[in-house]
Every structure is written in structure tokens, then in C-alpha cells.
T-cell receptor, first 114, second 108 residues
Framework: DTAVSQTPKYLVTQMGNDKSIKCEQNLGHDTMYWYKQDSKKFLKIMFS???????INETVPNRFSPKSPDKAHLNLHINSLELGDSAVYFC?????????????FGPGTRLTVT | GQSLEQPSEVTAVEGAIVQINCTYQTSGFYGLSWYQQHDGGAPTFLSYNALDGLEETGRFSSFLSRSDSYGYLLLQELQMKDSASYFCAVTGAGKSTFGDGTTLTVKP
């Protein structure tokens, strides 16, 4: 059973397009995250949702819009894609957002903008 | 804000012991965790320290000194499969902030 799944695994698209990445977790966790990992492998948090509510937005351009239809799903929609958006996007989940709880990462979505 | 420093690269030979250090500055500190990421893979959780001292899990151990804002990951009996990136992460203020990662290369 896959704990955190993401689709698609690879996404190649042109500048200016709009695309979405989907994430689902079957761990019963309350909190979900989106991370961006660039070519230098720096892993930066973008958003965090707790029980469908946005709790962290790390100064991400408003071209990025997360949506959580329920606590098991967190999708990421990106408008007007730019070259600098090329990266691997990881979804993650944890039991709770405050205090510590280990995070479980999805397999990642490699986005290439040409 | 939160900031972390860890070495960018470490090289060691099979069977050796290697220590990856992490220093941090943060507010609202809960603890320090470590994640491993193989090339092309996702980060996976290794360990977490909330209190000062050493936590051991098999060949891996993690240490924390809250007063020094410092921790390390110790890998013993290195194996080729330990070649990966290792990230320290500070948990506080409702989120985890990751360091820039240390690439460990294990040579035969």
C-alpha cells in the first residue's frame, strides 16, 4: 500500500501553461505539505495544510495555489509556468502540524518547464 | 526565522564511521530530525532528537545539544548503500525547516 502518492511522476510543459499535481495520503494524517526541491537539492517548504486549512504559506508566488478538498488530499495548481519553476515537487504528510511528527514524503513530481 | 548549516559533502570508505554536523538558529525549537534521500528518491525519516543526548537506531545515531544549537548524525559501519544526501531539519513554529543537505559518498 502506497502511503503518500503523487501524480504525475513526470511533467514536461511549456512556459505560460497551467498545470496541476495531485497528492493523496492513506495514513490518516492531519497535516500535509508541499515542498520544492531545486537542482541543487535544496528542499524548501511551500505550503502546509492542517485538516484542510492552510497554516503555512512560505512567500510562494500567487501563481501557486494549493487546494485541499479533504484531509487526505492536497493538490497544487500552478498558473503561467516559468522556467524557474522547474524542480521536483514533493508532497508530504505528518500526524500533526505542531510539535514533532515524522513526515512521510511522496515519490515526487519532476516538473520541467521548457 | 530558522537557518541551518551542514557540510555540503562528506566522503568516507566502507566500514568507516562518519559524522555529519548540523548547527541551527531558530525560534520555537521543538527538536532536530534527520532525513536520508537517495538520488532520484524521496526523503525518508531517520531520527529525531527533542532532548539533549544521543539516540541510537541500529548503525545510525543522532545527537543533540540544545544549549549549543548543534546536532550530528553518526553513521557506523558504512555501507555503499549509505551513499545519499542527508538533511537535518529543525521543527518549530508549526513546521520543519530543512538544511541544504550533505552528500555522503561511500567509497570501497
Amino acid at each position: 500500500d502506497t502511503a503518500v502518492s503523487q501524480t504525475p511522476k513526470y511533467l514536461v510543459t511549456q512556459m505560460g501553461n497551467d498545470k496541476s499535481i495531485k497528492c493523496e495520503q492513506n495514513l490518516g494524517h492531519d497535516t500535509m505539505y508541499w515542498y520544492k526541491q531545486d537542482s541543487k537539492k535544496f528542499l524548501k517548504i511551500m505550503f502546509s495544510y492542517n485538516n484542510k486549512e492552510l497554516i503555512i504559506n512560505e512567500t510562494v508566488p500567487n501563481r501557486f495555489s494549493p487546494k485541499s478538498p479533504d484531509k487526505a488530499h492536497l493538490n497544487l495548481h500552478i498558473n503561467s509556468l516559468e522556467l524557474g519553476d522547474s524542480a521536483v515537487y514533493f508532497c508530504a504528510s505528518s500526524q500533526r502540524g505542531t510539535g514533532f511528527s515524522e513526515q512521510y514524503f511522496g515519490p515526487g513530481t519532476r516538473l520541467t518547464v521548457t | 526565522g530558522q537557518s541551518l548549516e551542514q557540510p555540503s559533502e562528506v566522503t568516507a570508505v566502507e566500514g568507516a564511521i562518519v559524522q555529519i554536523n548540523c548547527t541551527y538558529q531558530t525560534s520555537g525549537f521543538y527538536g532536530l530530525s534527520w532525513y536520508q534521500q537517495h538520488d532520484g528518491g524521496a526523503p525518508t525519516f531517520l531520527s529525531y532528537n527533542a532532548l539533549d543526548g544521543l539516540e541510537e537506531t541500529g548503525r545510525f545515531s543522532s545527537f543533540l545539544s540544545r544549549s549549543d544549537s548543534y546536532g550530528y548524525l553518526l553513521l557506523q559501519e558504512l555501507q555503499m548503500k549509505d551513499s545519499a544526501s542527508y538533511f537535518c531539519a529543525v521543527t518549530g513554529a508549526g513546521k520543519s525547516t530543512f538544511g541544504d543537505g550533505t552528500t555522503l559518498t561511500v567509497k570501497p
